[in-house]
């Protein structure tokens, strides 16, 4: 009998210490169902919000888009070089004329509440691949301001029988098919299956267009505030051999800049052998492959 009753006694222990669990759980369950209700109100009220604002601020453009008061009659265009103040006006869709307020479409809600043309400043970064950032602001009450930032071209990338013209950055802004006529240099030694004007160049080595472009950097300022503009020698910039970047420029020279350890160094110290270290009309190849510091090796002479 003691027996059984123990074990009786350990059964209703155990089943009671299954019940304390459970209304444990339970009760943690209806602890967090209540913050995790009051979580989707507040998101349901914020987005009610939003939505709300966005509905005023598209009735209120409404209302002033009908009004004459709101003529645009100058749009001024600042910071483009590349295309002509036409071009960028024609590519934006914007004309004086129109209600200001017409021109403020999109559904960007911060561009609109900041005045900012959406639709505008879209169709100028899709069409005009120069163009790396473009804001377009209506000024109350009748002009409309285009800024524009461009790139510029640095270096050109064989593709055929053309050459794709590329920003310091990698982005290709244009395609010739005289490239030679750019008067850039060539960058020797990537390869890619395809291109889009406007995007980044995608090559197979990262790495490759990565030295060539660390290359151009260094160039420019190399080339900053100096009379002796050393980018205008380069022809060439060849990563064929990552081991071993070759610079080919247009008399006679050549610098081997290893494996494009302190790119910025070596640019800079090539820069001051070509235009001071060596004599005139000397024929070469400045060296920073094998040595710690850099050697001219004169080509043989003729025999």
């Known amino acids: 009998m003691d027996i059984r009753e123990n074990r009786r006694e350990n059964r209703a222990d155990k089943e009671t210490g299954r019940n304390t669990a459970n209304v444990g759980v339970r009760a943690a369950e209806e ?22 604002v966005f509905a005023l601020t598209a009735l209120i453009l409404t209302l002033l888009s009908a009004s004459p ?14 295309y002509s103040e036409n071009q960028i006006l024609t590519k934006s869709g914007l004309r004086t004329g129109q209600n200001g307020f017409t021109a403020l479409r999109g559904k960007n809600l911060l561009k609109l509440l900041a005045f900012r043309c959406a639709a505008a400043e879209q169709a100028i970064s899709f069409a005009c691949p120069y163009v790396k ?4 602001h209506y000024k109350l009450p009748n002009k409309i301001s285009i800024a524009v930032e461009e790139r510029s071209k640095s270096v050109v990338v064989p593709y055929f029988d053309s050459g794709l013209l590329i920003d310091e950055e990698g982005y290709v802004v244009d395609i010739l098919k005289n490239y030679r006529s750019a008067e850039l240099p060539v960058a020797v030694g990537l390869s890619f299956a395809d291109y889009a004007l406007g995007k980044k160049l995608v090559v197979a080595d990262e790495a490759g267009i990565e030295a060539v472009l660390t290359i151009i950097n260094a160039l420019r300022q190399a080339d900053r505030d100096s009379e002796d503009v050393f980018a205008w020698k380069v022809r060439s910039i060849d990563v064929r051999n990552r081991m071993n970047i070759r610079l080919t420029l247009d008399d006679g020279l050549s610098v081997d800049l290893g494996d494009g350890t302190d790119i910025y160094y070596r640019v800079s110290a090539a820069k001051e052998i070509v235009f001071h270290g060596l004599e ?18 004169p080509d043989a002479p003729d025999a």
Request: aromatic share 6%.
């Open 133 to 136: 950032s473009v804001q377009v």
């Open 280 to 297: 005139p009309g000397a024929v070469g190849l400045v060296c920073f492959s094998n040595t710690a510091k850099p050697v001219f090796i």
């Open 69 to 82: 008061l709101f003529s645009v009659s100058e749009i001024e265009v600042r910071g483009n070089l590349y």
């Open 31 to 52: 602890r967090d169902r209540p913050e995790t209700a009051a979580n989707s109100a507040r998101v349901r009220h914020t987005a009610g919000k939003v939505a709300l």
